[in-house]
């Protein structure tokens, strides 16, 4: 509501400047039958808010305020285990993250989706590059569920001395991003 009442304002702002810079403040509100239309419904619009505040406000101390559950609410109630593997693809020297585990949902609110995020070696020493997949789940309150998923396709593998070919990236760290409820 507060951004209906905005957008009313701006606009009404908007056309008011755009009458004053055409016609002249006198000329615009007696002369202008559009303008005076305008902002005697701006003021009621204004007047009607006014009136129906106390309605509003009583009507949240009666039934209290909605229950909002924020993310870190839920992932303080979520037990969440993780073990991740790279294997090779069809491709030389490429390699897929596969990500495992399970989730315990010890909240009230339905858990369908994760984010996983992990950052994996590549190449050489320092160089990393970053995989990020959401994974689908249904975990009811008071559940634990396993999961598995593909985090990333096609990461580079490392150089390793005295191999020619590109080895499976050594490190690899993954951590749960985002819980949606």
């Known amino acids: 509501m507060a951004e209906t009442l905005g957008m009313v304002a701006g606009l009404g702002i908007l056309i008011v400047m755009v009458a004053v810079a055409m016609y002249g403040i006198g000329f615009l509100v007696l002369a202008t039958p559009f303008m005076r239309w305008v902002l005697i419904l701006l003021v009621a619009f204004l007047a009607l808010r006014v009136v129906l505040l ?13 229950e909002v559950s924020l993310e870190a609410e839920v992932r303080a109630k979520t037990v969440f285990v993780l073990t991740t593997k790279t294997v090779p693809t069809r491709r030389s020297s ?47 309150p008071g559940e634990t569920k396993s999961f598995s998923g593909i985090i990333a396709t096609d990461l580079i593998g490392v150089s390793v001395r005295g191999d020619l070919a590109l080895q499976p990236p050594d490190q690899h760290f993954c951590r749960l991003q985002q819980v949606q409820t």
């Open 54 to 66: 106390p309605f509003t406000y009583l009507s949240i101390w009666v039934n209290g305020y909605p």
């Open 94 to 140: 490429r390699f897929t993250l596969l990500a495992e585990g399970t989730i315990t949902n010890k909240g009230q609110q339905f858990i369908r989706e994760l984010a996983v995020e992990c950052r994996v070696s590549k190449l050489s020493f320092g160089d990393s590059e970053m995989a990020y997949q959401r994974l689908t789940v249904s975990v009811m």
